[in-house]
């Protein structure tokens, strides 16, 4: 039984990739690698380098590799971006999860696992927010992945398919061992962004937004580890395959933590200095989001291992350390705390 994974070179896919070749798995690979990196992937893992829509493409893959199962990760995830080119994310996340489905419905894939986001809840009328609250996306990004959900749920009632869908919340950090991380240039990723100027290659971190109604009027986030989060995953897997039914999970900790709270984390971790300015909020940002994590803790056999904010900040340090210096930078420039 083989496993697909759709964006298995990019940041949460390869993390993916690892635990399932970890746990003995076989998988497959699909990815454009337009931010992914091949070198992320474990020696042996078959790659196929084109998009998770192209229909004929996805089926030779499914009959080559005996595919069963497919995790999709594939898509853009920029709230910004998303603001300023719609289109673009109606096609790479929308469209080519139906052409994807296309593909897994006549190749007899039973199970699937659906990478979504918590913005389809917009700015949430309770917090911590439970899966069964209304979901009401601020951005572009948000509404095609909440579109990609209902297409999934609609295409599993007809065809007898069995999915998860799991909705993240901030995902952050790296592989504990420093094998993988997030690689990509310019990712938007606050934490990512943070200890990019712990190293010296940002000169300032841009907070949008201090004049939110909360404690320090910086938005608040729930931020999980991206090795428990593929834990998460490898739940799912496990869970439908004993015949679990079609389900919609929040991923996160149920903890939120200010974006100047996490600021600070890398700071402390990093005992660096850098600088912070303040910025206009942002179209289409949420205020506070925190995940109800009691009914994945239930459904699933889930306990996350790195509930902890400095962890997650000391592991996301480590690998933009060792990246930094393997594209030959100095660690010296930002200052000292």
Known sequence: MTVLVTGG???????????????????????????????LLPEGVPLFIGDAGDENLVEGVIAQHGVESIVHFAGSVVV???????????????????????????????RFIFSSTAAVYGNPEEVPVPETAPTRPLSPYGMSKLMTEIMLHDVATAHGMSYVVLRYFNVAGADPLGRIGLSTIGATHLLKI???????????????????????????????????LVEAHRSALSYLR????????????????????????????SMRNFAVSHAPRRPGDIMTMVADTGRIRTLLDWTPKYDDLETIAAHALAWEQKLFLERGGPLQQAESA
């Open 194 to 228: 943070a200890v990019e100027a712990a190293t010296g290659q940002r000169a300032k971190v841009d907070v949008f937004g201090s004049d939110y109604p909360t404690p320090d009027g910086s938005c608040i986030r729930d931020f999980i580890h991206v090795t428990d």
């Open 9 to 39: 070179a990019g940041y949460i896919g390869s993390h993916m990739v690892r635990a399932l070749v970890d746990a003995g798995e076989s998988v497959v690979v699909v990815d454009n690698l337009s931010t992914g990196f091949s070198a």
């Open 80 to 110: 910004p971006e998303s603001m300023r080119d719609p289109l673009g994310y109606y096609r790479n996340n929308t469209m080519t999860t139906q052409s994807l489905l296309n593909a897994a419905v006549r190749s007899g894939v039973s």
């Open 242 to 269: 004993a015949g679990g039914g079609s389900v919609t999970l929040n991923c996160g900790y149920g903890r939120g933590y200010s974006v100047l709270e996490t600021i600070e984390a890398v700071r402390r971790v």
